[in-house]
């Protein structure tokens, strides 16, 4: 169920900016007269469509393969590679007997809607839930650094001030492409003595691989157990199924915290001798003792009690600690003011994207990063939340409009480059040179998207 939720949102969410980013395509056509003959969201591949009818002269439909849409504008050597009817005397009514000029908007006019809708989304979110966020100086305790903050050199309490000589103002900067894509220098405060550290231009690969988490995060005070994994059975865990056919008798799990006799209520004083205060230092001195039997001391209605719960292999011993609640701060804005804010959002995440690929193309990020359709799913997440889901489809919406402008055959960008090259030149390129710009193009996205898919399988299977 959970995949089903998360293809949903991501299938809804690309058809309405595919439809959108191709409407952007229809009536700029339409709009110089242009005939258009399909609109198509998903592609009717080898002819085979879900359903299609005809209004004036343009048939509109569903294709079978779920992998974008597009819109054959008459007279254009496009996905369609219709050589045929480009073989034929131009008429009035096609994209090639139309200026250069006219042509050129035309194309852009997808990307164009993309970047409005993008705008549009952020606007109206920012609008309506406005701004909530951590006052970076309301962290009394500092940071507590993960595997990634470890190695640039932060440590437990540290107070970040600013980012390249700039105030943090909101702890969410941190953890923002202003750190992420940008390598930039941190100033923090330790132990009363500022300290300068460099973020490398290859942290975001760490960040593919470990998580954003193992960056960095507020220290939180740890306080009561909130919860204790209760007994469970190895067959139980395995789903319905299992249960039903398996012949052998179930097996009992036990967690070790369970087995150990904690409960909900007591408070963690120390784990192997050392004092727990914050959350990181329990989870720390746990996951460091993987494997092994340990010896923590708890607070129960007023006595100390020792337990010696084992540790499993992945660092768990089956609890939740309630955290302290973490300094938060909200803004709201007017409708005027919510646009300046959402604009500036959407423009961020156009710009992030460039710089992204700009990384990868250096060689600084590598292109493990790119996502397939089952990673953007993933992100999505197994419940639907109408806010997550237009905050990411915002997201996607600048993305897609980015990826379109790249100047790869096929692609919205690759026929602007060939336009403007026309427009210098003076005359069109030659249809054989466009029919193999359009192959070479293909090959180039079809290799893209394999990678991609690639990239989301392996880390499935943890590769």
Known sequence: MNGLIMAGQLLLGLSILVILHELGHFLAARAFGIKVEKFYLFFDAWGFKLFSFKVGDTEYGIGWLPLGGYVKISGMIDESM????????????????????????????????????????????TFKYGETYI??????????????????????????????????????ELISSKVLLSGPKLTISRDGKAIDLKVPETVLNSISKHGIEEFVEPRIVAQKISQVDKPTTAVESKGL????????????????????????????????????????DFTTEVQKSAGKTITIKVLRNGNVIDLTPKVTAEGTIGIAIAKAKLPISHVDYNLFESFSVGT????????????GIWKMITGKVSARNISSP?????????????????????????????????????LDGGHVVFLIVEMIKGKPLGDKFMERAQVVGFVILLSLMVFAFGNDILKIFGK
């Open 135 to 172: 006052p970076n100086d309301k962290l009394a305790n500092g940071v507590h650094p993960g595997i990634i903050g470890q190695e640039i050199g932060l440590k437990d309490g540290d107070k970040i001030l600013a980012i390249n000589g700039q105030k943090v103002i909101r702890f969410e």
């Open 82 to 125: 219709d050589v045929e009817q480009m073989a034929l005397p131009p008429e009035p009514w096609e994209f090639r007997s139309k200026p250069a000029w006219q042509r050129l908007i035309v194309m852009l006019g997808g990307i164009i809607v993309n970047i409005i809708v993008g705008i549009f989304i952020f606007w109206m979110l």
């Open 344 to 355: 500036s959002k959407a423009w961020t995440t156009f710009a992030d994207n460039g710089k």
């Open 374 to 410: 089952i990673g953007i799913a993933k992100v999505y997440g197994s419940e639907f939340d109408w806010a997550n889901f237009w905050r990411l489809t915002g997201l996607i919406s600048m993305a897609l409009a980015f990826m379109n402008l790249l100047p790869i055959p096929a």
């Open 241 to 280: 199924l299992s249960r039903l056919f398996s012949k052998k008798e179930p097996a009992k799990v036990y967690t070790p915290a369970y087995d150990a006799g904690m409960k909900v209520g007591d408070s963690v004083i120390s784990v192997n001798g050392r004092p727990v205060h914050f959350l990181n």
